[in-house]
């Protein structure tokens, strides 16, 4: 993930069973691990409002508590209801399948079977860094590193927060301002 600095950093949240990374005040983000499943949280800026719910974020938080698997997760999902539309990138680190989950009016669950790229901010000033972005992991399908997915998100958003998680290794970087932190999952 590579981002614009916000008013507030982004905070690691280690708790017993998962650890996640949340950002800024307003609930909209949150990327997270235990030993059977990865979240991201995928929200648009522009999500459909459905009416009082859990926020996604939160949601995201909460399957990182209750279920080992992106089929539990999917469960507990199912049985939230949500404040906002929103998506749910759902990875399982062992066996290593993904599905990405739509939540809102229109529920969807599809398998992850591409690489496929997030681009919150699109519009003609994202599309450069965005496609230097999806040409440098085109690039290197297969063998990226954590180093090498920080040297990739720089080269595309000069100037940003960097989020890598490895989730075979179970690590991650963090870097913003030339300062770089290792976290453990």
């Given amino acids: 993930a590579g981002m614009f600095p916000a008013l507030l950093p982004p905070s690691w949240r280690p708790s017993s069973g998962h650890?996640?990374?949340?950002?800024?005040?307003?609930?909209?983000?949150?990327?997270?691990?235990?030993?059977?499943?990865?979240?991201?949280t995928l929200l648009d800026p522009g999500a459909e409002w459905l009416g009082p719910g859990i926020p996604p974020a939160a949601a995201g938080e909460y399957c990182l508590e209750t279920a080992r698997s992106p089929e539990a997760a999917l469960k507990v999902l199912a049985e939230l209801r949500p404040a906002?539309?929103?998506?749910?990138?759902?990875?399982?680190?062992?066996?290593?399948?993904?599905?990405?989950?739509?939540?809102?009016?229109r529920p969807k669950v599809a398998p992850v079977e591409e690489p496929f790229m997030v681009v919150s901010s699109a519009g003609p000033s994202a599309e450069p860094n965005a496609e230097r972005l999806r040409a440098g992991l085109a690039a290197n399908v297969g063998w990226i590193t954590a180093?090498?997915?920080?040297?990739?998100?720089?080269?595309?958003?000069?100037?940003?927060?960097?989020?890598?998680?490895?989730?075979?290794?179970?690590?991650?970087l963090l870097e913003q301002d030339g300062n770089r932190q290792s976290v453990r999952l």
């Fill in 19 to 40: 650890k996640g990374l949340g950002f800024g005040l307003r609930p909209g983000l949150y990327l997270g691990a235990n030993p059977g499943l990865a979240v991201a």
């Fill in 84 to 105: 906002r539309s929103s998506r749910y990138l759902l990875c399982d680190p062992v066996a290593g399948g993904a599905m990405l989950v739509e939540v809102g009016l």
């Fill in 147 to 172: 180093d090498k997915g920080l040297n990739l998100l720089r080269a595309a958003l000069p100037g940003g927060f960097y989020v890598v998680l490895d989730l075979d290794a179970r690590e991650g």
